[in-house]
């Protein structure tokens, strides 16, 4: 992917502030387009070596695949704009409804979705046909979306909402304890927060009134980078790497590591385990101690302010604070 050369700029008013959310899970569309983009390798092992492997070893066996990858290649290169219409506004929807909403996209979205000078790429036959409505073209689209979720995303989709769900909760949590400011400041190495604009690095300048509409943040599994829509009038979203979670072995036996002579063995463990939320029973679980245990040692990590506590129906989940991530994280 060629270095950005671009900003990407959304600008708040105290309004948008106040609507300001997290979505609570995994978009089905947006990680669907987005693992797309995965595919093509940056030269670097990163989370998706593995499935991508998998992936691969799947298109070789079976030819069906192959064609539906190299269909949605005409709509989503490996760089560059791909249509707003492939990730719908109806976020966190099941995958029916999203592909559904595909379905449905009205023809003037079409072609203005579809316009090569939006896409900044020549024509292609698909585009034609989808901009004239041809019915065809578009059951075919979504015929292949739905094959390739099925076959590529599906499979991997509990560690995909497993990583984002612990990103979200991390994002609440850190808002809970530092402010909205801190945590808008922290999404990711190349987005920055200085009021009144959330600044991201991007290939082209764009730039997006919010006007009050407020900003939706799409914690993203497949995604590498921030990401919007296009079209500025639409609902306004910003997508952003989810955190990684730390599940190599290496990577915890160096946490263990780092934090056994801070805090002990039985607690570094717990703060381990705390990357993603988790009930007392699933903590307890997870350690393999009494559930008395697990909720004395997380109130011994909560009181030094590295966890936090909070009632969920009937269990009470617990989370690591920012300064636990930032000490579990070696930072």
Not at 63 to 74: D, I, K, N, Q, S
Request: glycine share 6%; aromatic share 4%.
């Amino acid at each position: 992917m060629p270095a950005d050369q671009g900003v990407l700029r959304l600008r708040f008013t105290a309004a948008d502030l106040l609507k300001t959310r997290v979505l609570p899970k995994p978009d089905p569309m947006w990680e669907l387009v987005l693992s797309l983009r995965a595919l093509v390798p940056d030269g670097r092992l990163d989370q998706h070596t593995t499935w991508r492997r998998e992936v691969r070893q799947r298109q070789r066996a079976d030819e069906r695949l192959t064609r539906v990858g190299a269909l949605l290649r005409v709509l989503v290169p490996p760089t560059g704009n791909y249509p707003d219409f492939l990730t719908p506004q109806q976020l966190g929807a099941e995958i029916a409804t999203g592909l559904e909403a595909v379905r449905g996209t009205p023809m003037y979205r079409l072609r203005s979705d579809l316009n090569p000078a939006r896409l900044r790429r020549a024509d292609t036959p698909l585009c034609r046909l989808l901009c004239q409505g041809d019915r065809e073209a578009m059951r075919d689209l979504v015929t292949a979306l739905r094959g390739y979720h099925d076959r590529v995303v599906a499979p991997h989709w509990p560690e995909v909402v497993r990583q984002v769900t612990a990103d979200r909760d991390d994002r609440l949590n850190q808002t809970c304890d530092a402010g909205l400011d801190a945590m808008l400041g922290q999404l990711g190495p190349t987005i920055h927060w200085q009021w009144p604009c959330l600044t991201a690095n991007y290939p082209v300048n764009h730039t997006i009134e919010l006007g009050g509409r407020g900003l939706t943040l799409i914690p993203s599994y497949f995604c590498n980078r921030a990401v919007t829509l296009i079209d500025p009038e639409l609902t306004p979203v910003l997508v952003y790497p989810a955190r990684r979670l730390a599940v190599d072995p290496l990577e915890i036996d160096l946490a263990l590591g780092r934090l056994t002579p801070l805090i002990g063995g039985t607690r570094a463990r717990i703060m381990i385990s705390l990357r993603a939320a988790r009930s007392t029973s699933e903590l307890a679980e997870a350690i393999g101690m009494s559930l008395a245990s697990a909720s004395q040692q997380v109130t011994v990590l909560r009181d030094a302010g590295l966890a936090t506590s909070k009632r969920d129906g009937r269990a009470v989940r617990h989370a690591l604070t920012q300064q636990g991530r930032s000490l579990l994280e070696g930072r």
